[in-house]
C-alpha cells in the first residue's frame, strides 16, 4: 500500500520559512517523479513544484521562483520542500504528489499558515 505522509506544516510569520516533508513508502521512491501542490482556502489546487525522477530536473511555479526549492533524499524515500520569504499568499494546506506512468498518489496534505 502506497503512502505519501506529509510534515512540517505550522504558522509562520511574513517573511519567515518553513521546511516541509513527505515520506513515501510502499513504492520505489527513485522510479517517481514527486510534486508539491497546495490548495488556498476556498481555492483550487495548484501546482508548487516538482522534481523529475529521471534527471533530477526541477521545475516551479511562478509565484514561488526563486523562494521555494524542491529536493529530494532517495535514502530516506522523502521529498523536502524549503519555503522562505513566506507571503501570506503562500498559505494553503500543502500536498505532496507521486507520479508515473498511468500511476499517481496524493498526501493527506500540510497546513501552512501565514500571519502578517
Known amino acids: 500500500q502506497v503512502q505519501l505522509v506529509e510534515s512540517g506544516g505550522g504558522l509562520v510569520q511574513t517573511g519567515g520559512s518553513l521546511r516541509l516533508s513527505c515520506t513515501a513508502s510502499?513504492?520505489?521512491?527513485?522510479?517517481?517523479?514527486m510534486a508539491w501542490f497546495r490548495q488556498p482556502s476556498g481555492k483550487d489546487r495548484e501546482f508548487v513544484a516538482s522534481h523529475i525522477h529521471k534527471d533530477g530536473s526541477t521545475y516551479y511555479a511562478d509565484s514561488v521562483k526563486g523562494r521555494f526549492t524542491i529536493s529530494r533524499d532517495i535514502a530516506k524515500n522523502t521529498v523536502y520542500l524549503q519555503m522562505n520569504n513566506l507571503k501570506l499568499e503562500d498559505a494553503a494546506v500543502y500536498y505532496c504528489k507521486a507520479i508515473r506512468t498511468y500511476e499517481q498518489y496524493w498526501g493527506q496534505g500540510t497546513q501552512v499558515t501565514v500571519s502578517a
Open positions: 510502499g513504492l520505489t521512491f527513485n522510479q517517481y517523479t
